[in-house]
């Protein structure tokens, strides 16, 4: 078998990790790009701040570049970290972009890791690839920026671009609102809506891997979901199972409006409080996404993330 040199930015990231093991895992040779080196002797690390500087990968060439260094899980609170949204995630995928042009050849494919976000949306159902894109928020607004970045780059270099738009990610100890939900339910302060009748799209982090690996010939915009979309009692029901508990108490939508209008003058003081109006929202109204296009093109045959709750928790 034939090996492929891939090259991964934020290859010790949450979903950079899935990605490096699964690129190893198959017997191909994998470098990362990341801000600091990595005590893994598998890979091949170059460090390199993409938010800050041009920089040069050298001689180096890769056959495939997955573009998973990014940032998010945050809410910025000021203009320097709504900014550094901007830097990271748009400025970081020109300044790359502009890096493997430098090379002595470029890669067969260049695959950019992207997010629902785009879309702008608290609420919707089944929304697919050609939903506008009208992020407001400096995370999505700047992921758009990325995707145009390497659309314009490809068409211009003959290279394909597979972006992937991906809803919550679902892996090992995340980050995120699926961290706060588990980290919640275990010190008992965590609160069901109404029934947590709203469904949201996830997707398990070792499926992403895996269909980059499958579809390395690739180029396309796509969305990927478990194809389940769990409602919030589900997953919380799930949760508290893995962990032995009993299940979480609830409070009526009333009440719940109430306690985001609290957190709303909470948050006006500066003083911490973990939601506001909007959160509760959010939670109250469904948002999934529609991955048929996946299916179709990619092969796309994702596990239900309900049954692989065990593994994200313990």
């Known amino acids: 078998m034939s090996q492929t040199k891939y090259l991964v930015t934020g290859g010790v990231g949450f979903l950079g990790k899935y990605i490096t093991k699964s690129i190893l895992e198959a017997g191909h040779i994998c470098y990362t790009l990341q801000r600091t080196a990595s005590n893994e002797t598998d890979i091949k690390n170059i460090v390199a701040d993409i938010s800050k500087d041009f920089f040069s990968l050298g001689d180096k060439t890769f056959d495939v570049v997955i573009h998973a260094a990014g940032k998010a899980h945050l809410v910025p609170k000021t203009e320097v970290e709504a900014e550094e949204f ?18 002595p050849s470029l890669p067969k494919q260049f695959v950019l890791i992207s997010t629902v976000s785009v879309y702008g949306l608290d609420t919707g159902q089944l929304i697919n690839e050609s939903q506008s894109l009208n992020s407001k928020e400096p995370y999505g607004k700047s992921k758009i920026e990325a995707e145009r ?3 314009i780059w490809g068409s211009k270099n003959n290279v394909p671009v597979l972006i992937l738009r991906l809803p919550l990610i679902v892996g090992y100890n995340p980050p995120g609102n699926l961290g706060a939900m588990i980290s919640g339910i275990k010190s008992g302060k965590y609160l069901r809506i109404g029934n947590g009748e709203a469904r949201k799209s996830m997707v398990l982090a070792t499926d992403v891997a895996q ?6 010939d690739k180029a396309g915009i796509y969305n990927l979901t478990d194809r389940n979309h769990p409602n919030f009692a589900e997953l919380e029901d799930q949760i508290c199972k ?21 957190g709303n003058a909470m948050q006006r003081l500066s003083l911490p409080f973990p939601i506001n109006s909007r959160t509760i929202t959010k939670i109250m ?21 309900l049954d692989h709750i065990k593994e994200v928790v313990n």
Request: glycine share 4%; net charge positive; no cysteine.
């Open 149 to 151: 970045e390497a659309q």
């Open 285 to 305: 109204n469904p948002l999934t996404f529609d991955d048929s296009l996946a299916v179709k093109e990619l092969n796309w045959s994702p596990k239900k993330v």
């Open 211 to 216: 269909v980059i690996l499958n579809n390395a």
């Open 86 to 103: 901007h830097q990271v995630n748009a400025e970081g995928t020109r300044r790359l972009l502009g890096a493997l042009n430098k090379l």
């Open 242 to 262: 893995v962990l032995n508990l009993k299940p979480v108490k609830r409070i009526n939508q009333k009440q719940a409006l109430w306690l985001g209008m609290a």
